[in-house]
């Protein structure tokens, strides 16, 4: 079974910082473009940041810019997602999807989410 789980998640103050990590199971992330998303409560799904397979190329939504960072480790199948400045804006599900094109189109799997809630 094709399976994605995220990790990570929690209750943070604003401006503290979180890792979120997302590992696969079943299959290998070496093939494919990873995407983070992010659902808060009455909004829209949202991406927030995307790296390639190589982990050579990486974007991020202008909402977080400068204060994510993507990146991956093939060799433990496994992305992560730093966190830090966070703002109660960044309240939200996380979730990540294995995408066939970069930088995430025709989404092949996807996690369940981990819960970020960023409060004082």
């Known amino acids: 079974q094709l399976q994605l789980v995220e990790s990570g998640g929690g209750l943070v103050q604003p401006g503290g910082s979180l890792r979120l990590s997302c590992a696969a199971s079943g299959f290998t992330l070496d093939y494919y473009n990873i995407g983070w998303f992010r659902q808060a409560p009455g909004k829209e799904r949202e991406g927030v940041s995307y790296?390639?397979?190589?982990?050579?190329?990486?974007t991020y939504a202008d909402s977080v810019k400068g204060r994510f960072t993507i990146s991956r480790d093939n060799a433990k199948n496994t992305v992560y997602l730093q966190m830090n400045s966070l703002k109660p804006e960044d309240t939200a599900v996380y979730y990540c999807a294995a995408c066939q094109y970069y930088p995430c189109t025709n989404l092949k799997v996807w996690g369940q989410g981990t819960l970020v809630t960023v409060s004082s």
């Open positions: 790296i390639s397979s190589s982990g050579g190329s990486t």
